[in-house]
């Protein structure tokens, strides 16, 4: 398994920038080969998308979302992974963004990817354009609803 921990000052306000992170299905405006993601319900994400040279598709669960605060989630199904994002208010009008992610590579060419830091550079950028969306266009709607961890129902 391997972790990527990335992070990214956006400057936009804490809702702004949360909401436009739960705008699951436009993730392909700023994350290098996303393809699609298709909201199922309010919990579950089908993914498509390219690296490593292949195509992978997954289906992957909401495992906990707080507004303004983080969203969790893991694959149920597919391609390995599971991550929070989180969501820190340092002023008015800045928002720290933190990755945390963990993930299988799959084959010799991710294999060889990760240990040369593709999957973290591509984090890395999937955050740069992020954050130059948000700071551009401002959100783009946003869900409030609130996910629970399973120990906390």
Request: proline content about 3%.
């Amino acid at each position: 398994m391997s972790t990527i921990e990335e992070s990214i000052e956006v400057n936009a306000p804490l809702r702004s920038v949360y909401d436009q992170w739960t705008q699951f299905e436009e993730f392909p405006r700023f994350m290098d080969g996303v393809e699609e993601i298709r909201q199922i319900d309010d919990t579950h994400l089908h993914w498509v998308a390219e690296f490593g040279g292949s195509r992978h598709e997954w289906e992957a669960e909401i495992t906990e979302q707080k507004p303004d605060e983080r969203v969790a989630w893991r694959n149920v199904e597919g391609k390995e992974n599971a991550g929070v994002v989180t969501f820190h208010r340092i002023d008015d009008d800045t928002t720290r963004v933190m990755v945390q992610m963990d993930f299988v590579p799959e084959g010799i060419k991710e294999r060889i990817g990760d240990a040369l830091g593709a999957a973290d550079r591509r984090v890395h950028g999937d955050l740069e354009r992020f954050k130059e969306l948000v700071e551009t266009n401002g959100a783009n709607g946003g869900w409030r609803g609130e996910v629970k961890r399973p120990d906390e129902s």
